[in-house]
């Protein structure tokens, strides 16, 4: 609708964009996941706090707020998205609350420690993010889309990817050395040489067309790693 998603994005072509669907049945599909998402989130609510209706409405509201987050990112005049803070949200809906809010749910108990896995899935998340960013800042900037990585240049947000990267390994190792139960929890470890062969590729792009697929590696990756880390706790 803004423009943004032109013929010189060098990303794969978007369904609206393309004309595959328009926008009238973008908003209807937004409208049917938004119930569903309402509709299985209560029902988890339902199912973890009984009758306990403070809870409830507290769960509801972060449920509330993300499902607003997620819409906000892009639309509208105020989308954060536009302003460069789409890297936060991601990191605290995408790691913190989703992680957090998951184990409170199925655990009814909370420990801070937890936050430093979901920690991880927020900085990974965002590198996934960032990637995309890194791949559109030129059209991002000239459609007037002042993400992270078009504020920081290209340079800056290579390393910045790699401080992401770094940093969510970091803080679940952190958490296994604080948890540590069996040696099976660093079962984690062995997806490390991935992220670091796909570092190592994403410097060696010539082209920022070319960045396309390591944003869908690190995305695998991201999913790699939970399972295997979810593995190793079960060990």
């Given amino acids: 609708m803004r423009g943004t998603d032109n013929d010189q994005r060098l990303g794969p072509v978007r369904t609206v964009q393309g004309g595959e669907i328009s926008p009238k049945q973008m908003r209807m599909g937004m409208l049917l996941l938004v119930i569903l998402t309402l509709l299985s989130g209560i029902w988890l609510i339902y199912e973890s706090f009984g009758n ?60 801070w420690s937890v936050l430093l896995p979901a920690a991880t899935l927020g900085f990974f998340s965002t590198a996934v993010l960032n990637l995309n960013n890194m791949r559109d800042m030129e059209n991002d900037l000239q459609s007037g ?21 770094v940093t969510g390994f970091l803080a679940t190792f952190v958490y296994i050395l604080f948890t540590f139960q069996s040696y099976w929890e660093f079962l984690f470890l062995i997806t490390l040489p991935l992220f670091i062969a796909n570092l190592t590729g994403i410097y060696k792009v010539n082209n920022q067309k070319q960045l396309d697929p390591y944003l869908k590696k690190t995305a695998l990756g991201t999913l790699l790693f939970v399972v295997v880390f979810g593995i190793g706790l079960l060990l």
């Avoid at 995408?94 to 957090?100: K, N, T």
């Avoid at 889309?145 to 790699?162: M, N, S, W």
């Fill in 52 to 111: 306990h209706w403070i809870k409830e409405i507290v769960f509801l509201a972060f449920g509330l707020m993300a499902i607003v987050a997620s819409v906000k990112y892009t639309v509208g005049k105020k989308s954060y998205g536009y302003a460069g803070f789409g890297d936060i949200f991601v990191f605290v809906f995408f790691g913190l609350l989703a992680v957090a809010g998951t184990y409170y749910l199925n655990t009814l108990s909370f420990s």
């Fill in 145 to 165: 889309k002042k993400t992270v990585a078009g504020r920081i240049g290209y340079k800056a947000a290579l390393r910045y990817q790699v401080l992401l990267i």
